[in-house]
């Protein structure tokens, strides 16, 4: 019996090891992930903003930014047209 002590004692420390690394790299992978995941499998919606930092955030708020400054009457004219010509339907989420 006193054989199996140090092996065992190996196995659990490699275990323990292999699943610190894992911790290291999902810090990692998880960021880029995410966006990989499909909507059923919890993954982001398809209306979801783009991540901060990136060039599509930046064009995503000054967008947001003029849709802002705009008046309400022609931000809705702007949002059907839009609509009538992507064919999507339903309300916006805010």
Do not use: F, H
Request: net charge positive; proline share 7%.
């Amino acid at each position: 019996m006193r054989t199996r002590l140090p092996s065992t004692a190996a196995v659990i420390a490699l275990l323990a090891s292999s699943l610190a690394g894992c911790g290291t790299v999902n810090e990692r992978l998880s960021a880029g992930m995410g966006d990989y995941v499909p909507q059923w499998a919890g993954g982001l919606p398809a209306d979801a903003p783009p991540r901060a930092g990136t060039p599509q955030y930046d064009a995503y708020m000054k967008e947001r930014e003029r849709k802002r400054l705009m008046p309400a009457a022609d931000r809705e004219k702007e949002e059907q047209a839009q609509k009538a010509a992507t064919g999507t339907s339903g309300s916006a989420v805010r």
